[in-house]
């Protein structure tokens, strides 16, 4: 009720004010209202999606902040240029003036209360704002997306159709699809679908580009993941990468069905949000899990830097030959490649990929390591450092079940501490979450360990400095550090970016040859992991058989 008052009262302030100010003021405003929400929408996706997105936190208001903030921006540039042009009113009867300036004011009214609900709609906040929820996920819809409620006065409806049809119109653009192809169901979308996702919202809503790759688009006509009785249509399967810049805190990705969906391309575009999806499990496998409940989430395990989802839709709204053309997920769109038609979509999604690495054995003194395991710890520890809450900036640091742990950043800290810290106050490690560990590999630049730097390893010599390093489990599996502890002769330098592991070597410390300064690598992965290695690009350089769990290295 709030949000709909609010909604009449701004679209009537709007219309008196222009009736007051006559027919051709009210016209000429309501112009600028309309070039402004054409031209703001124009900039809007290449704006966000190029140059905003970073994988930050301020990823979570920049959909909204750039099209609320591209409106007022364009609104007031065309406001001053009318003013200058046209200084002068035109004089009309006062009827005229009153009946038509209040038209024309209550237009300019709701478009740009439509715009304004549209921007704040996809800032990261509640699912329910001001007391509304437009469409959302439903217990009674059995966890799919369905419209709750109705605004008394659907600004933000009117201005979706209002702008949709000028992109097909007067404002179409130069190439074949429009606004109401690219984007259809935008309303929807800010009120409520953006935010509907973990945590009534608190989770990240938005994604960098660069944080998901898109897969593969399967079509199976005997498949069916719909809801509804006795349909044959069959199910589009897509699947995606997500790294761990998408996660949130780092930790882990979560996503809702109502922030994934498909679309066709047709004059009136056709709209599906998943039904089922594959999820990876600890042991290696995938799992098939329905949305069947508004307490069902896609997710990545804990502890591992990518993860690779695949989300089923049913066919019943795409007609046969009539493929889906976009995928949307948390606020990114992607043109969907050709679909391959299968008959044995189960079959093949259940399938597990394995990946062929190689072993640089060129020299058992530097470039390859028979047993690594000396050089691996399931120790978080901050060591040679000490450090309470009050000392840990310019880092950040989270209060644990066990204690005050570092979250992020880069410090540099003198080793030891010249002062008494309590056990309450004591930074004890590095914050992880549950159901993993933290696994220290230690990369010091001596004889006999590790070669990262070129002295005997062929690997080296060819990726040079651009090779990323990693742990490698018993499935294939890499994990980069997320992290470096680096003790260097006078202090100890901390790096830890959960969020952004480290990608390649040239993003480690030097290490002189002399071996004085020690670094250690900072790994975060699921508890119960077994560590068969390490991996430099796609070639082994050392072996192991090691297994994390419980704090403790088996």
């Known amino acids: 009720m709030i949000l709909n008052i609010a909604v009449i009262a701004l679209v009537a302030f709007i219309a008196y004010w222009w009736a007051n100010q006559g027919l051709f003021s009210a016209i000429l405003h309501c112009l600028c209202v309309i070039a402004a929400g054409a031209l703001a929408l124009a900039f809007w996706e290449p704006m966000v999606v190029g140059y905003l997105l970073k994988g930050e936190d301020f990823d979570n208001y920049a959909w909204g902040m750039a099209l609320g903030g591209l409106f007022i921006i364009f609104l007031f540039v065309l406001r001053l240029i009318c003013d200058r042009f046209a200084p002068s009113n035109v004089r009309f009867s006062p009827a005229v003036n009153l009946i038509g300036g209040g038209c024309f004011g209550a237009l300019a009214g709701v478009l740009t209360a439509g715009m304004t609900c549209i921007s704040c709609g996809l800032i990261q906040a509640p699912v329910e704002v001001m007391g509304y929820v437009g469409w959302a996920r439903a217990a009674d819809a059995a966890g799919a997306p369905m419209q ?4 008394m006065l659907p600004a933000a409806d009117f201005t979706e159709k209002f702008y949709s049809m000028l992109s097909k119109g007067s404002l179409s653009p130069f190439r074949p699809t429009a606004l109401a192809d690219y984007y259809p169901r935008l309303a929807d979308t800010a009120l409520s679908l953006h935010r509907d996702g973990y945590s009534d919202g608190e989770a990240r809503a938005a994604l960098a580009p660069d944080s998901v790759t898109l897969g593969e688009i399967i079509f199976d006509p005997t498949y069916s993941s719909s809801s509804r009785d006795g349909s044959t249509s069959g199910t589009f399967a897509v699947d995606f990468t997500v790294n761990s810049g998408a996660f949130d805190a780092g930790e882990q990705f979560i996503i809702s069905c109502a922030q994934v969906r498909i679309s066709s391309d047709e004059k009136n575009p056709k709209l599906a949000f998943p039904t089922q ?13 329905p949305f069947d409940d508004i307490s069902n989430f896609a997710t990545s395990v804990p502890g591992e830097q990518d993860v690779k989802l695949t989300f089923l839709f049913p066919a019943d ?10 995928l949307f997920v948390k606020g990114l769109r992607f043109q969907l490649p050709a679909t391959t038609e299968v008959s044995d979509l189960k079959q093949r999604l259940n399938g597990d990929e394995e990946e062929v690495v190689e072993q640089d054995d060129s020299s058992l003194d530097g470039g390859f390591v028979d047993d690594v395991s000396k050089l691996i710890a399931v120790k978080n520890s901050i060591l040679p450092v000490q450090m309470n809450t009050n000392m840990a900036s310019p880092m950040t640091h989270v209060a644990g079940k066990s204690g005050n742990f570092l979250s992020g950043g880069k410090g540099v800290y003198r080793k030891g501490s010249a002062m008494s810290i309590s056990r309450s106050q004591r930074i004890k490690g590095f914050s992880h979450a549950d159901g993993t560990e933290v696994i ?33 489990d018993s499935r294939s599996k890499g994990y980069k550090p997320t992290g470096y502890v680096w003790e260097r002769q006078s202090d100890v330098e901390i790096n830890y970016e959960p969020g952004k592991p480290i990608q390649k070597l040239s993003q480690l410390p030097n290490q002189p040859s002399s071996g004085e300064n020690k670094l ?24 192991c058989d090691v297994t994390a769990k419980d704090g403790l290295l088996d």
């Open 148 to 151: 709750l409620n109705m605004m």
């Open 277 to 289: 999806f594959y999820q990876p499990m600890s042991d290696g496998t995938s799992r098939l899990y």
């Open 317 to 326: 709204d795409f007609p046969k030959g009539n493929q889906p053309k976009f």
């Open 440 to 472: 220290m590999l230690d990369v010091s630049r001596y004889d006999g360990g590790l070669d990262l730097y070129g002295d005997g390893s062929a690997a080296i010599k060819a990726l040079g400095r651009d090779g990323a390093i990693e742990l490698v």
């Open 520 to 543: 250690k690598l900072v790994f975060v992965v699921p508890v119960g992991t077994n560590i068969t290695g390490v991996r430099l690009g796609k070639t082994i350089i050392g072996r």
